[in-house]
């Protein structure tokens, strides 16, 4: 390998720790101090004249060892932030749903179920339920844009006929004061929450009362087998009581909203393969409508159309059958 190879390689190396070592740094373990915003600053600084040394001057490799050393210290201290189920979260975050079970009969505690008037203006309430697990009838999925065509949140419900549907959003688990960050989600910033709530909660609130910026939201019925939907619902109980007992973090790449749908299906004999339409979340429903897995009497595009629910749920509001509502009447069930 010629010396001018070796040197871009280097560069990059050094390029990407430095700016790795500088975001965990700065960011910390959940709040970013003074002293982190210093220790961040003189490490890309250092970084930054390791890389000018090489570059310009011949430095020895002394320096990027010096350098390599700096990243693994922090890469070890960072490593060693560990999520907690004890902080002073945000109202909307601050019960944990868990489950327990008798035979196929599952109870789902702490249901949310926030009565809104705006989106930061609500009645917290929650409750607890029971569901027959062999009553599931189907699953569907929501998808919820609000920055363009790539990136959507997306939101699984289980239908369980005549007992209601019940939502489990995927999300961040703010503390107090806390805004969401695509780049913090990357850096141990997040814990990880399942919030299982009521459709007239969940998927009301994004198609309703999200004014800033608004989101446009898609139901699509999925297509599977009624055993394949069960062993997904019991996967994500499984989750959801294990986050109860030991927090985990989120991830904005390998642990959101769409990467854990398709890790919780990992068990199910119609489990996809990896597609970067998953990555780019916005591009899911286009992904399972080429799998055979969404309705295909319809193209695409006019499956969308049907698809779209913001007219159907600000009609229904807060009428107790929302779930019926914002599910047209010409669709077929599963």
Known sequence: MNKSIKGFFLSVMLIGTTVWGVLAVYYGDSRTGLAQAYVATAFGLFGFAVLMGVLWFRWRIQWVLGHLILFVGILVWWLGIAPSNDRAWQPDTIQLPYATFDGSTVTVHNIRNFNYRSEFDYQPAYYDKSYDVTKLDGVDLFAFYWMGPAIAHTIISFN???????????ETRKELNEEYSTIKGFFRQYELIYIVADERDVIRLRSNYRKNPPEEGYLYQLKGSRENGQRL????LKKINELHEKPQFYNTLLDNCTTAIWVRSWG???HLPFSWKILLSGYLPEYLYESKLLEQQL?????????YINTLAQAADQAPDFSKRIRPANTPNH
């Not at 369980?160 to 995927?170: K, N, R, Y």
């Not at 193209?299 to 698809?307: G, I, N």
């Open 160 to 170: 369980f006929g005549e007992q209601d549907f019940l939502a489990v959003s995927i």
């Open 233 to 236: 619902f019991l996967d994500y």
């Open 268 to 270: 199910n004999t119609e």
């Open 299 to 307: 193209s695409l595009s006019e499956l969308r159309r049907q698809a």
